[in-house]
């Protein structure tokens, strides 16, 4: 699509101002150096190069001469001469793979050169924070959120990413993409297995990801590391709440390390969270909701361990359908019961060890007690009859 074409859309679309700014006459520059996958010119080929080519997505120009993916300078004679409305970066950087059209296969390059850096490119490469904020656009939340509240042994479990939104709002001041980056402790889950799985329906958005051990096939990042970007195809595509992906995460066979512990808290933790809109604008993140998930050992938690309170104990084992806890200093914080397959069962809160705890209901067999007290944490086995 030439500019021609494009005028009539871009009036349609109610985005005149962005088709006006990418006509202001550039700087004369007889030739630009760039390196494929940098659509931003900031020097790292990263999520957030996903978003130029959303915002300048089916736009046109002269391809680059004897154009590769690869990572390696290489020069434009012919400069497009458009830029991004904002950061002023000249399109001929957005069309990362050099065939002349900005569309999704820009994405490839991304992939390939993920996480390479540079400082050859000429212009010179620059942070890439677009100075203008959208102060009239709705502030959306990224809410992350597991799907169970514990994981055990060898599981396998999800954390959903999405951008939510109060209420829909109309498309003009919605977000055409997102990008961050996330956080976990890798000690405790197979850091190679970890995966990212994009929510590619109804297919009005591209995506970048990648983990420590996959990024598109071909690069890595270090292990805790998960980068996400999001971004749709030269307008907004986000006005009302929306799932982005899914992260998959599995538990490692020993995940408890430290001697005391019997429980672990694992959370992923969002940085480097840009929103732009389809003008470039940066769109104001209101908050980030972090879902928390417990890791458990039921086999090293079973055992008894004499430095936290020895003299705990509780009865009868088996049991029925009630049990009664034998505390030496009185009051227990929390006594909660779990299936082996890391289901929460039955919780009490400041428990008086003078009373019986009932729970009737509970499937025969063996099932855990999680004792909390001010010392630590005791988990025994207790074994439930008909």
């Known amino acids: 699509m030439n500019l021609a074409h494009l005028l009539p859309r871009l009036k349609s679309a109610g985005i005149q101002s962005l088709f006006l700014t ?3 006459p550039l700087p004369l520059v ?3 150096t760039m390196f494929p996958g940098d659509c931003n010119n900031d020097g790292t080929a990263d999520q957030y190069d996903i978003l130029p080519i959303g915002i300048a997505y089916q736009i046109e120009g002269s391809p680059r001469p004897d154009a590769t993916l690869e990572w390696v300078p290489q020069l434009h004679p012919d400069p497009w001469g458009l830029q991004l409305p904002v950061s002023g970066v000249d399109l001929t950087f957005v069309d990362s793979d050099g065939n002349g059209i900005i569309d999704s296969f820009d994405l490839d390059p991304i992939a390939l050169n993920f996480d390479s850096i540079q400082n050859q490119a000429m212009p010179l490469p620059l942070p890439y924070l677009p100075p203008d904020t959208c102060f009239s656009c709705p502030k959306p939340k990224l809410v992350i959120t ?5 994981a055990m042994v060898k599981d396998t479990f999800y954390a959903e990413l999405v951008l939510v939104y109060e209420e829909e709002v109309p498309p003009s001041v919605g977000a055409l993409g997102i990008a961050f980056g996330l956080n976990y402790d890798p000690l405790n889950v197979v850091d190679s297995l970890t995966s990212v799985f994009p929510d590619t329906m109804p297919g009005d958005l591209m995506f970048v990801t990648s983990t420590s051990s996959l990024a598109r096939s ?3 990042i270090p292990p805790g590391q998960i980068r ?5 195809k030269g307008t907004n595509r986000f006005f009302a709440t929306r799932l982005l992906g899914r992260v998959e995460l599995v538990v490692e066979d020993m995940i408890i390390r430290l001697p005391m512990a019997v429980a672990t808290d ?5 940085d480097g969270i840009l929103i732009l809109n389809q003008f470039e604008q940066v769109v104001c993140l209101d908050s980030v909701v972090l879902d928390t998930l417990v890791l458990f050992d039921p086999v090293n938690a079973v055992k008894k ?22 505390s030496p200093n009185g009051a227990l914080i929390q006594i909660e019961i779990w299936s082996l397959d890391g289901q929460l069962e039955r919780q009490w809160r400041n428990v008086d060890t003078s009373e019986k705890l009932l729970f009737q209901g509970l499937e025969p067999g063996v099932h855990l007690l999680k004792m909390y007290t001010p010392k630590g944490v005791l988990v025994e086995k207790m074994v439930v009859e008909q």
């Open 266 to 270: 694992f959370w992923l933790e969002a």
């Open 146 to 150: 597991f799907d169970r509240d514990t």
């Open 228 to 232: 996400f970007g999001a971004a749709g």
């Open 22 to 24: 990418l006509l202001l």
């Open 305 to 326: 361990q004499d430095n936290l309170l020895p003299y705990i104990s509780f009865f009868p084992n088996p049991a029925n359908d009630w049990i009664q806890v034998l």
């Open 30 to 32: 007889a030739q630009i």
């Open 218 to 220: 071909w690069r890595v």
